[in-house]
């Protein structure tokens, strides 16, 4: 494959991870704004969601500018936000929203076929 061409692919994969990163900026905002719940819950909801956020979006940078050889980075990313996903999604069974149970559990394999599709691609040269 082509630098280009890993380039290029590359960046799609950097979109896709900024549309999910986009996702959880949405979240963060409404629940640090207390537009879905108030309180010491959704302030420690906002900042996870805005950290996270910020990991992915780190990762789809490294695919952008990087193709292939920025991977390992998206790789420790979605890694790292995966795990972000399943923790959130053990408080949320217990004291959350249904919004929040729907969100975690709609993006948790979302982000674990992301996962796949970025550790399928062909290495760089």
């Known amino acids: 494959m082509s630098r280009q061409t890993t380039l290029v692919s590359g960046r799609r994969l950097a979109l896709l991870l900024t549309a999910q990163a986009a996702t959880l900026a949405v979240m963060s905002a409404l629940h640090l704004?207390?537009?879905?719940?108030?309180?010491?819950?959704?302030?420690?909801?906002?900042?996870?969601?805005?950290?996270?956020c910020l990991v992915l979006l780190l990762g789809a940078s490294a695919l952008a500018r990087r193709g292939a050889a920025g991977?390992?980075?998206?790789l420790i990313a979605l890694g790292v936000t995966i795990l972000g996903f399943i923790y959130g999604l053990s408080i949320t069974t217990r004291s959350g929203t249904a919004i929040d149970i729907a969100y975690?559990?709609?993006m948790l394999p979302i982000l674990a076929a992301t996962f796949g599709i970025v550790?399928?691609?062909?290495?760089?040269?």
């Open 33 to 52: 704004s207390g537009a879905l719940d108030r309180g010491s819950l959704a302030l420690g909801a906002g900042t996870a969601e805005g950290v996270l």
């Open 71 to 74: 991977r390992p980075a998206a």
């Open 104 to 106: 975690h559990a709609t």
């Open 119 to 125: 550790a399928s691609r062909p290495a760089s040269r």
